[in-house]
């Protein structure tokens, strides 16, 4: 009976039967999800940015010197987005992360996001709860430490033993073994003197009110086998407080990534990880495959054309009911031999994936926001979606486009100035350099930046155009302002490539260089023979020295650019409020 128990009645036995008793209960509502489902940010991140807000309001009374406190409905999300690069990312970003912080601007900004080599800045920053209300001198002091020691020991026979012991440890809590979780450990002895305890919901104690930008790190999910990442590919963010995909609008506790879910109920719960585990995943450049390196062997448009192609089937394409196999032949079994030689993923990662089980509803395909972020045929096949697989298979974001930009493009993020940090060389210009023709090189062009351009444009997602102009082609600036006023919903970027250019000549903004001190602005950044190239794990002393000075400097010289920037958004908001 429902509501109850109950027990059958005795003369419901059937001669010589033994009389079984059955109990019926009921439990009441269904057990709520672990699994969060929507598509806004969670309550944790809305009572976040309501405390942040009155950070932002201070900060931005004092840098645009407002004669009045703004409104709430005034105050702007300024969102910083750091690129991937190795050492040379984390570096980078200490250095315009110092320079923000100087200039007073630092608590204007309300995230802060990293792939690959940034996320590695972030988590060691996050490791103190007030790190950006401090000077940054000593955090710095400590990069430069870890940056050019010697990197020899990280494979020393006792440091292999304790990676040994800590893996077989994870595997009997019930982690699946991976490549990965090694990569995870070297790279954390490569940054780090002792293994570190933090964990990624640590850092909440750094956002309980409001002190710090609230960090989302990114990883891309893809198929451990049959398709390169460019054939499927989707957005995973990390923050303190929750783990998630935008596309499917799904989310947990960040402490429960990595237990065991069906159906959105956590079936097995695991320790949460230490974050080296996290950052071995956000800067994983071991899983690609044989098909994705062919790719990034190529030209890169070839990929955004075929991606273009495949995204017009999808939109004419009815979500199929019914997939009917035919038998394999002779043929079919050879092409299937050579796909799985080329997008087999010999060390890719593994990760308990939380969307197990989870069913769509009938409309899915149409929903808005899945939409959005759908980007292949598959997106029409919810049996080959995530949802469908044991586990994740996360990477570098890199493999796709070096970018943290994407969650920032979610409109219930509502951002309206994004500080674009870009450490890619090979869109790096040094002034004076010219080609082989012995005319100036051309060469500058934001390409990572201009990749997430075309993506948000095919994909519907308000973005500005990014298109230097022939100017700044032939003589790039330290900072260069893309926006589309005619798009309210596209934010404004304010775009920092890795360039030395007055950087050469003024060792401070407005302080010209010494002849004795010229050796101190040159700056290798060359994609072929520079320092600085994510193949390097140690920095010399003079070098770490130079690209912390060069990235503190190329910020601060930009000061007005920043400060109008700032205002645009401030008069944004005040445009947008209701008459």
């Not at 806004?40 to 201070?58: D, H």
């Not at 870890?146 to 982690?175: M, N």
């Amino acid at each position: 009976m429902v509501g109850g128990m109950s027990e059958w009645p005795a003369q419901c036995q059937a001669p010589g039967e033994h009389l079984i008793n059955v109990w019926l209960e009921n439990a009441g509502r269904p057990r709520e999800l672990a699994v969060r489902l929507g598509f806004r940010p969670c309550a944790e991140e809305q009572a976040f940015l309501s405390r942040r807000k009155q950070v932002v309001a201070t900060a931005l009374r004092q840098a645009l010197q407002l004669d009045r406190d703004l409104q709430e409905d005034e105050i702007p999300v300024v969102a910083i987005m750091a690129t991937g690069g190795g050492i040379r990312a984390m570096t980078s970003l200490y250095g315009q992360l110092a320079g923000l912080k100087e200039l007073g601007l630092l608590d204007c900004v309300s995230y802060i996001t990293g792939a690959s080599g940034s996320t590695w800045a972030l988590a060691n920053l996050y490791e103190d709860p007030e790190w950006s209300q401090k000077d940054l001198a000593g955090p710095t002091e400590l990069l430069k430490t870890q940056v050019t020691k010697s990197k020899l020991g990280v494979l020393a026979p006792s440091q292999l033993q304790r990676y040994r012991q800590e893996l077989a440890k994870r595997a009997r809590l019930g982690y699946p073994s991976c490549f990965t979780s090694l990569w995870a450990l070297i790279n954390e002895a490569l940054l780090h003197d002792e293994p570190h305890d933090h964990k990624l919901s640590d850092q909440r104690e750094a956002l309980s009110h409001g002190q710090n930008p609230l960090p989302i790190y990114c990883a891309l999910n893809t198929k451990e086998r049959s398709l390169s990442t460019f054939e499927f590919g989707e957005w995973c963010e990390f923050s303190p407080y929750e783990v998630g995909f935008p596309k499917y609008g799904a989310f947990i506790p960040s402490e429960l990534f990595g237990s065991e879910f069906f159906m959105g109920q956590l079936t097995k719960r695991l320790p949460e990880s230490r974050i080296c585990f996290l950052e071995g995943i956000w800067s994983n450049l071991y899983a690609a495959n044989l098909q994705d390196s062919l790719y990034w062997a190529s030209e890169p448009s070839q990929f955004w054309d075929r991606w273009v192609r495949n995204q017009a089937n999808l939109d004419k394409e009815q979500v199929p009911l019914l997939k009917i196999e035919e038998p394999p032949s002779t043929a079919s079994r050879i092409a299937e031999f050579f796909t799985d030689l080329l997008t087999r993923r010999p060390l890719a990662q593994a990760t308990h994936n939380f969307l197990r089980g989870l069913h769509f509803h009938k409309d899915y395909f149409q929903h808005p926001h899945f939409s959005t972020w759908k980007a292949t045929t598959l997106d029409g096949l919810p049996n080959q979606l995530t949802p469908s697989e044991p586990h994740l298979c996360l990477l570098d974001v890199g493999y796709l486009i070096n970018t943290s930009c994407l969650p920032l493009l979610q409109p219930t993020r509502d951002v309206d100035l994004i500080l674009s940090l870009d450490y890619n060389l090979h869109g790096a210009f040094q002034a004076g350099f010219v080609g082989p023709t012995g005319a100036p090189d051309l060469a500058f062009e934001p390409q990572q930046l201009q990749l997430l351009g075309r993506f948000c444009q095919e994909q519907g997602i308000p973005f500005p155009p990014i298109s230097p102009s022939p100017e700044e082609q032939l003589q790039p600036r330290e900072c260069h302002t893309f926006s589309d006023p005619t798009c309210p919903g596209a934010p404004a970027v304010l775009h920092f490539p890795l360039v030395n250019d007055s950087f050469r000549e003024y060792s401070a903004p407005g302080v010209q260089r010494t002849p004795e001190a010229a050796a101190a602005g040159e700056v290798n950044l060359s994609s072929v023979d520079s320092p600085y190239h994510y193949t390097k794990v140690t920095y010399s002393q003079e070098d770490v020295d130079k690209l912390l000075r060069l990235t503190h400097y190329n910020v601060c010289n930009n000061r007005e650019q920043l400060l109008e920037a700032l205002r645009q958004a401030v008069q944004r908001r005040r445009q947008r409020r209701p008459q």
